[in-house]
């Protein structure tokens, strides 16, 4: 068999002017640097390869040069199709100025587009991309006028709406591992992530391309045990030592960290405490959303630090949190680490990842906002004059079950004071993120409601709620004022009803005990019982039903104190600033008729919520119920003695 180890200069030399170059790398790990800088030297030195394709699926640079970032030169690349442009900030700079074709495509698309590809397939069906910037309505991912080939079709299949992603042959492919035989079969052992190298390296060998796998070391034939190997010689042409070894560091600012590459655990809680400012303040309230036992995925930025605010608050056991680059578990790492996990369950290729996403594996997902606006549409991709791209935010927004948006309300120079249980602006950021319409639909908040997905919006000093009218404001922190501080800060006026203040525990420096919020411990409090009226009391202000086990917990807590009053109660319950997630309204309709037919004579409920009076309403006619849902508390006590009075007069 051929020795495959060779130099970066005569692996670089295989690429001919036009080709289609795919490389791996996910936001700053992973990346193969010491053959970017090879293209990049020979092209400066020589002028070509040029007018070349770069495939890619996530940013892979860190927003200064590196990575990906150094194919800025003007005649290298002629066409960009990636997931994610803002680690290439000169690329996206070029796009923009028509200078180079550019499609911004779902990096999940583009992952599963690499296996396509290496079975000889024409491209992807698709439902995500529906009604954002990717559907051909709304310009087929193109980012500029200059593009005008549709890769993208919105084709009708039995009656469904689906897109179809066209696949692009690759002629090179840029692979990165650990280890090496002389033969080319690679190993992982010291990587975060396993990302889609092996389909990469598939894509490109199957089209009678070049694989060119940047390794730190070879080891001797026969060395490597078969099922450790996660790419095979077979699909492998040159095998390259990263030299210096600095180029194949785990990401920009970690040289090696075992725990992320799975060698060792590292003890819980070990986390570095982080200081209660805004974005800690956005993650613990995110952080009451999480369900236990559910399958969580965290975005960049402020929903990171969900995650450490998890293994602050002990919660990391009953929860799997996950990242679309692969890793399952854990605890996941953010900043240059970010795509990576400690204590990792295990790591699946990214594509494989994707597949579990698009399919409806997501209980939660927590992701970042640049903009949102009056329908709840949300903005990552392209804003502020600024192309960044959608990454993999498209793919998990939309099949996520539930979805949580988090960031702060303004952005540029905000500075907050939180201290004592309460929130103070001390200096109000420039920029609104709150518009009538945003500049792009990295999410389409219509979409939403149309499916019935549960959508929240979380901000240091309020949280909304996705409605069928638009955004509600349901929660406002302590020692916030409405209108001071958060409608003249909106250009536009949200739905208001009687929103709760939030908990005052998340702006306080110490622990939430958020582990009884999540697990429903302390339930069994909200209920009281008169045995002289025979009336029920359930008092569910403020909490929410986020999950199918809530709608459990809540019927088991019932059945308790009825089975301990001893006879069929008259209920009175008070959902103001409740929160009834949008997809489980049956499921609790189901638990108040099973009520109805077991442990309850009668039951009337209140809520200033129009829009739950509605649904609860909708829920409970269907089931032949009279729904009995007052906006007053005074109306409801009231209904439940004339419903007693009518029950003696029949019997009598």
């Known amino acids: 068999m051929k020795d495959k180890v060779t130099t970066a200069d005569e692996a670089i030399a295989l690429i001919s002017d036009g080709d289609v170059v795919t490389t791996t790398g996910f936001v700053q790990s992973c990346i193969p640097e010491a053959l970017h800088a090879q293209l990049e030297r020979r092209f400066v030195e020589t002028g070509s390869p040029k007018d070349l394709t770069l495939i890619m699926c996530a940013g892979a640079g860190d927003s200064k040069g590196l990575g990906t970032g150094r194919f800025h030169h003007p005649g290298l690349l002629k066409r960009v199709i990636a997931g994610n442009f803002g680690r290439m900030p000169k690329v996206a700079e070029a796009a923009q100025a028509n200078k180079i074709l550019g499609y911004n495509l779902p990096q999940g698309v583009i992952s599963q587009l690499y296996r396509a ?27 500029n006028e200059f593009t005008t080939e549709d890769i993208v079709k919105l084709l009708d299949v039995e009656g469904e709406e689906w897109l179809f992603y066209k696949a692009t042959k690759i002629d090179v492919a840029f692979i990165r591992g650990t280890s090496a035989d002389p033969f080319g079969n690679i190993t992982f052992e010291k ?13 490109a060998h199957n089209n009678g391309g070049v694989v060119i796998a940047q390794v730190e070391r070879i080891v001797e034939h026969g060395s490597l045990a078969p099922k450790d190997v996660k790419v095979p010689g077979i699909l492998v042409d040159c095998v390259v030592v990263a030299d210096p070894p600095e180029l194949h560091r785990m990401n920009y600012s970690v040289l090696y960290d075992p725990a992320l590459s799975g060698e060792i655990r590292v003890p819980a809680g070990s986390m570095q ?42 919660v990391t056991p009953f929860i799997t949190l996950t990242t679309e680059a692969g890793a399952v578990g854990g605890v996941l790492a953010g900043g240059s680490n970010f795509g990576s996990s400690a204590n990792a369950h295990s790591i699946m290729d990214q594509n494989q990842m994707f597949d579990f996403y698009d399919g409806g594996g997501l209980d939660l997902t927590c992701l970042g906002m640049a903009e949102c606006d009056e329908t709840g549409s949300v903005n990552t991709s392209c804003f502020g004059g600024r192309l960044n791209g959608g990454g993999g935010f498209i793919n998990i927004s939309q099949n996520s079950r539930a979805v949580v948006f988090a960031g702060t309300f ?36 219509p979409y939403a409601v149309q499916r019935s997905q549960p959508v929240i919006y979380v901000t240091e000093r309020c949280v909304f709620q996705l409605t069928a009218e638009g955004l ?12 001071r501080d958060i409608i003249a800060h909106m ?40 045995p002289k009226r025979n009336i029920l009391f359930l008092n ?96 409801a006590h009231a209904a439940l003695g004339e419903d007693r009075a009518l029950s003696s007069a029949t019997s009598s």
């Not at 965290?298 to 998890?310: E, T, W």
């Not at 019932?558 to 069929?568: E, V, Y």
């Open 472 to 483: 509600e404001l349901i929660e406002v922190a302590p020692g916030i004022d409405i209108e």
């Open 117 to 143: 590809c290496a079975a000889g397939q024409p491209g992807l069906f698709s439902k995500v991309g529906l009604n954002t910037y990717v559907d051909p309505r709304k310009g087929g991912g193109k980012v």
């Open 273 to 314: 405490k982080k200081p209660l400012d805004q974005r800690k303040v956005i993650a613990r309230r995110a952080a009451f959303e999480l369900p236990p036992n559910g399958v969580i995925n965290l975005g960049v930025g402020a929903p990171d630090g969900v995650a450490a605010v998890a293994d602050e608050e002990k």
């Open 410 to 445: 303004t952005v540029g120079g905000l500075k907050v004071d939180v201290r004592d249980g309460q929130l103070k602006i001390l200096n109000e950021g420039k920029n609104r993120k709150f518009v009538k319409k945003v500049e792009e639909d990295t999410f389409s908040g």
């Open 491 to 530: 250009d536009f006026a949200p739905v208001i009803n009687k929103p709760i203040l939030m908990k005052a525990r998340i702006f306080k420096d110490e622990p939430m005990d958020l582990l009884s919020d999540l697990l429903n411990r302390k339930l069994s409090d909200r209920v009281s019982y008169d």
């Open 540 to 635: 569910l202000e403020g909490w929410s039903v986020r999950k199918k086990d809530d709608v459990q917990d809540l019927t088991k807590v019932l059945i308790d104190a009825c089975t301990k009053a001893g006879r069929k109660v008259r209920s009175v319950v008070n959902h103001d600033g409740c929160r009834i997630a949008e997809d489980l309204y049956d499921d609790y309709a189901d638990m108040i008729t099973y009520m109805m037919e077991h442990h309850y004579e009668t039951t009337t409920r209140y809520t200033t919520s129009a829009f739950m009076r509605m649904k609860m309403q909708d829920a409970l006619s269907k089931r032949g119920l009279a729904p009995h849902i007052f906006e007053r508390a005074e109306d």
């Open 191 to 203: 990587e975060a992530l396993t990302l889609d190298n092996l389909a990469q390296a598939m894509a």
